[in-house]
């Protein structure tokens, strides 16, 4: 990765750590976009080269934690070879992310109105596939 790259990816994870941090101590509604940007340290107008709005930068942040939420339960599973069936293998994936959001509360101050199929329609479809 260039110097470029990795400027602009530097500056994403700025945007999106700080996001992150105001939604869940404040609220998404309590939090603008130019206190995002001040706080990661970058110009308001730059949010725009990587985010259309405060929603969208916090829809990039759900998908990325329940990407990881499933990825994280994708691993645990594989080490439980006993476990064939894909019923029993879907509860098991649902039962792990809901372990991890109940012992990081603050995921769910988040994800709250986000809890849907839709959500994390992208992450069933791999698990779907990795299943076949």
């Known amino acids: 990765m260039g110097k470029l ?4 990816q530097q500056k994403r994870t700025s945007l999106l750590d700080t996001a992150f941090k105001l939604f869940t101590t404040q609220g998404v509604s309590k939090t603008s976009i130019a206190e995002i940007s001040q706080k990661a340290g970058i110009a308001k107008g730059t949010f725009y080269l990587y985010f259309k709005d405060k929603y969208d930068i916090r829809n990039q942040i759900v998908q990325e934690i329940s990407s990881e939420l499933f990825d994280n339960a994708m691993k645990e599973l594989k080490k439980h070879n006993e476990i064939t069936h894909f019923a ?8 792990h992310v809901i372990n991890a959001l109940v012992a990081n509360p603050t995921i769910l101050t988040l994800m709250n109105k986000d809890l849907s199929l839709g959500v994390y329609s992208q992450e069933l479809t791999k698990i779907l596939k990795e299943t076949d």
Do not use: H, P, Q, V
């Not at 790259?5 to 602009?8: C, G, I, P, Q, R």
């Not at 029993?88 to 039962?95: E, G, P, T």
């Open 88 to 95: 029993d293998s879907l509860i098991f994936i649902i039962d």
């Open 5 to 8: 790259e990795n400027n602009k």
